[in-house]
C-alpha cells in the first residue's frame, strides 16, 4: 500500500487545519494507522494513532484535546483534524500504517508504510 499525505499549510496561531492520508488500496482500512511529525532538528515523534479492530485512538500528551484523528473507509483514507494550533506544532508530518496493532505504537520504527510528508507552518 502507498501512502500520500496532503493538506499541510500556513496557519495563524490558534487556527486550525485538516490533514489528510490518501492509500492506494482498500486494505488500508484494515490496518492500524497513525500520523507522525518532524520539526527542523528533532526526531520523529508520535502524534496520533487509530486501530483497526475498534477504532481506539491514541494521542500524544502535547495534542490530545485539540487533534483528532478518524478515517473514512469508503474514501480510503485517514483524516487529522488540528485546531487550537501553536507555533510548537510547526512540522512536517507523516501518516504510516503496519499490519497489525503495536503495543509500542508511539514509536516510529514500529511502522512499516509511511507517506511523504506535508508541511504544517504555525505562525504567532
Known amino acids: 500500500v502507498q501512502l500520500q499525505a496532503s493538506g499541510g499549510g500556513l496557519v495563524q496561531a490558534g487556527g486550525s487545519l485538516r490533514l489528510s492520508c490518501a492509500a492506494s488500496e482498500r486494505t488500508f482500512n484494515t490496518l492500524p494507522v497513525a500520523w507522525f511529525r518532524q520539526a527542523p532538528g528533532k526526531e520523529r515523534e508520535f502524534v496520533a494513532a487509530?486501530?483497526?479492530?475498534?477504532?481506539?485512538?491514541r494521542y500524544s500528551e502535547s495534542v490530545r484535546g485539540r487533534f483528532t484523528i478518524s478515517r473514512d473507509n469508503a474514501k480510503n483514507t485517514v483524516y487529522l483534524d488540528m485546531s487550537s494550533l501553536k507555533p510548537d506544532d510547526t512540522a512536517l508530518y507523516y501518516c504510516?500504517?503496519?499490519?497489525?496493532?503495536?503495543?509500542?505504537?508511539?514509536?516510529?520504527?514500529?511502522?512499516?508504510?509511511w507517506g511523504k510528508g506535508t508541511q504544517v507552518t504555525v505562525s504567532s
Open positions: 504510516a500504517a503496519r499490519p497489525y496493532w503495536s503495543v509500542a505504537y508511539y514509536s516510529p520504527t514500529e511502522w512499516r508504510v
Open positions: 487509530k486501530r483497526e479492530s475498534n477504532g481506539a485512538t
